[in-house]
């Protein structure tokens, strides 16, 4: 059994705290987890990709293309900018508030619709599409966005990794502010 996810988004949204996250929850549920990113010149802005891959024996970190179970996207476009790893019967959860590329800003692209987005995807598979950075606000603070769209990832991978498994991998891997942590895992969970 090997179960790939792949986590998208733009720098500064905490696509690879996530992905450890998730990481750390499959290795208490006695699962190998494989854990990766893609470098490249993703800074605050730039997109960045993450894998997880669980698994009953070791493999690499990498998710090949055309393999994802799941594809998490922090940013609506980036859902679209890595759809090459989603496959047939691919799960989607994407965050649909925007962060618009400077060249959308000047005019010279044309950012699409969230609606059209979700179209392209649900040719692959469900897609579970809400506004984090709208629940995050009502939370206290933007930076929840990730615990949120982790707390959605998470009721989906149920079956495979516990609720409780990743909640304690929140708490050793996040030292601050661990309340509303918590409480943004639970209302992304709960969606």
């Known amino acids: ?14 696509i690879l705290t996530a992905a450890k996250i998730i990481g750390r929850a499959a290795v ?5 987890a494989a854990v990766g990113e893609i470098h490249g010149l993703a800074q605050r802005g730039g997109s960045v990709i993450g894998f997880v891959r669980i698994s009953d024996e070791e493999v ?8 994802a179970d799941l594809l998490v996207a922090f940013e609506p476009l980036e859902a679209i900018r ?3 790893y989603a496959k047939k019967g691919t799960k989607f959860v994407i965050n649909t508030s925007p962060i618009v590329p400077v060249s959308a800003n000047l005019g010279n692209v044309v950012y699409p619709s969230v609606e059209g987005i979700r179209e392209q995807l649900q040719s ?3 897609v579970s599409a809400f506004d984090a950075l709208e629940i995050a606000k009502e939370i206290g ?3 929840y966005v990730n615990t ?3 707390g959605k990832a998470s009721q989906l991978l149920s079956e495979l990794v516990s609720r409780d498994s990743v909640e304690r991998a929140i708490r050793e891997s996040i030292s601050r502010d661990l309340e509303n942590n918590m409480a943004a895992f639970d209302r992304g969970y709960s969606l």
């Not at 690499?60 to 393999?67: D, H, I, Q």
């Open 28 to 32: 208490h549920e006695g699962h190998y």
């Open 1 to 14: 059994m090997v179960f790939n996810i792949v986590l998208s988004g733009v720098g500064g949204q905490g």
């Open 148 to 150: 949120i769209m982790l």
């Open 60 to 67: 690499s970190s990498t998710v090949p293309e055309a393999s």
């Open 124 to 126: 692959f598979g469900p």
């Open 82 to 84: 890595y759809v090459n």
């Open 141 to 143: 603070n933007p930076i």
